[in-house]
């Protein structure tokens, strides 16, 4: 495990696309102010087709200077293609989902200083914080970024079902909401695949590893409040589900010990997938055209 360069980042994603044809596709969310590609890699079992199945989305780093996600979303796409055909978990989640993954957010951040990491950043180019940045019915004077921009428009054409926003700088799964006192609708939900996510961390980390709040876990606005956050753009406007997951206290993990985090997340990774295959699956279709409405 270490930190890539941003061209050894784009030749990592390229490769994936190019060894895995099949399982996967290389798509463009779009580009940072600074004109680096936001990637996002579309893993399925007919990579190439637009199925109907439920589409998962894990995305990672739009704070820069956050990168124990940026590396361990490259390695769970490495993961899911390399163990397709060796564990049935995998070809289970491969076959019936469209999974997304965007392993860096915010390219300018963590290159702020070129395509090395040396001095990353919370904030893009123009210093803004990304996950502060986006529409939000309880601040109509924020005005999203280039990145949010393009981030909003790949997450409402793909319309996923589940997400999942990754950061450090504490060790927790954030549900929400992160802007209102009141809970969601689904809280008892929310509560329960964040509960079954840290609980599987713990089986594998031992303890004192992801035990912040209320050990693992944590209503967003409980914590604090957050305005202009993705979680509750997804969750509220675009009717979506997701969790924000703070995976480790140092924002820059040392490369020596991203092995650990990936030991101790890897299995809930897949078990997040895994809540997108729950509860009633169809499509409803118009009766004489058969397009589904």
């Known amino acids: 495990q270490t930190y890539h360069t941003y061209p050894q980042y784009?030749?990592?994603?390229?490769?994936?696309?190019k060894l895995y044809p099949s399982l996967c596709h290389?798509?463009?969310?779009?580009?940072?102010?600074?004109?680096?590609?936001?990637?996002?890699?579309?893993?399925?079992?007919?990579?190439?087709?637009?199925?109907?199945?439920?589409?998962a989305f894990f995305s990672s780093t739009i704070h820069g200077d956050e990168l124990a996600g940026y590396v361990l979303m490259l390695r769970l796409a490495d993961y899911l293609l390399k163990n397709y055909n060796l564990s049935s978990r995998v070809k289970n989640l491969v076959d019936n989902l469209e999974i997304w993954i965007n392993p860096l957010a915010n390219p300018d951040g963590t290159y702020t200083s070129g395509n090395?990491?040396?001095?990353?950043?919370?904030?893009?180019k123009n210093g803004y914080d990304l996950n502060r940045n986006f529409p939000d019915p309880m601040d109509p004077s924020i005005v999203p970024q280039k990145e949010n921009i393009d981030m909003m428009k790949f997450l409402r054409?793909?319309?996923?079902?589940?997400?999942?926003?990754?950061h450090s700088g504490a060790e927790v799964v954030n549900y929400p909401w992160d802007r209102w006192?009141?809970?969601?609708?689904d809280d008892s939900w929310l509560y329960n695949i964040s509960r079954?996510?840290?609980?599987?961390?713990?089986?594998?980390?031992g303890t004192g590893y992801m035990t912040d709040l209320n050990n693992g876990i944590t209503n967003g606005y409980a914590w604090y409040w957050v305005y202009g956050g993705r979680q509750d753009f997804v969750t509220w406007e675009l009717h979506g589900r997701e969790v924000t997951i703070e995976i480790d206290y140092s924002k820059q993990t040392p490369a020596p010990q991203l092995e650990l985090l990936w030991q101790y997340n890897w299995?809930?990774?897949?078990?997040?997938?895994?809540?997108?295959?729950?509860?009633?699956?169809?499509?409803?279709?118009?009766i004489n055209s058969s397009i589904p409405v």
């Open 267 to 286: 299995r809930s990774f897949l078990g997040y997938f895994e809540n997108a295959l729950y509860g009633i699956h169809g499509l409803v279709k118009d």
């Open 26 to 55: 290389l798509d463009t969310i779009g580009t940072s102010i600074n004109g680096r590609i936001v990637f996002a890699l579309k893993i399925s079992d007919n990579a190439g087709i637009n199925e109907d199945e439920p589409k």
């Open 10 to 17: 784009d030749s990592i994603v390229h490769n994936f696309a």
């Open 196 to 205: 079954r996510y840290a609980d599987t961390v713990h089986l594998q980390s």
């Open 116 to 124: 090395t990491i040396t001095s990353p950043t919370r904030g893009n």
């Open 181 to 185: 006192s009141r809970l969601h609708a």
């Open 157 to 166: 054409k793909h319309k996923f079902v589940i997400s999942a926003n990754f």
